[in-house]
């Protein structure tokens, strides 16, 4: 079994229901969650014009491979109506992978660890809550060390649920 990090985020519409339905069809669609952090609220990145994001860190174990996982991540955004128009535009949902395990993978659809997550707080402050000592193949530092070295001066806030 691989540990796969997969990285939550949604900043249109009922954005807490949103992260949980993408909860429940990874748990059907790909493998049981193991780990999942807090809900963090943040800035719109990228493109910064845009609504502020809820985002979410999970944990899972698999036997399925990195493209299948990726293609079951696909299809579960499509389900519910991810549309993708504009680079870094809001979403109904985005589910990236994080880490598959301490594989590194470059290929064309696919590059993992993802290679931006070192330089984002919406990314290192959910993760190094839930897996603080897991070590970034490329890097060679665990995620609290990553987190320390941010440069990133987003504000990312535990979500306050209503």
């Known amino acids: 079994m691989i540990d796969v990090f997969l990285l939550l985020g949604s900043n249109l519409g009922t954005r807490e229901l949103f992260l949980q339905q993408a909860i429940e069809s990874i748990s059907a669609q790909i493998a049981p969650v193991k780990l999942v ?59 990236d992978i994080l880490f598959y395990g301490d594989k590194v993978i470059h290929e064309i659809n696919l590059v993992v660890p993802h290679p931006e997550l070192y330089k984002r707080s919406f990314t290192l402050i959910p993760l190094a809550e839930i897996a603080p000592d897991f070590i970034h193949p490329v890097f060679k530092k665990n995620i609290l060390q990553l987190k320390d070295e941010l440069k990133d001066n987003l504000i990312v806030k535990k979500h306050i649920f209503e």
Do not use: C, F, H
Not at 64 to 86: C, N, P, T, W, Y
């Open 37 to 95: 952090s807090s809900v963090y609220e943040t800035q719109s990145w990228g493109k910064t014009d845009e609504p502020d994001y809820l985002n979410q860190v999970l944990m899972l174990q698999t036997d399925l491979s990195a493209q299948d996982v990726l293609e079951k991540i696909l299809g579960i955004e499509l389900q519910m109506g991810r549309k993708r128009e504009v680079k870094w535009g809001s979403r109904i949902i985005d589910i």
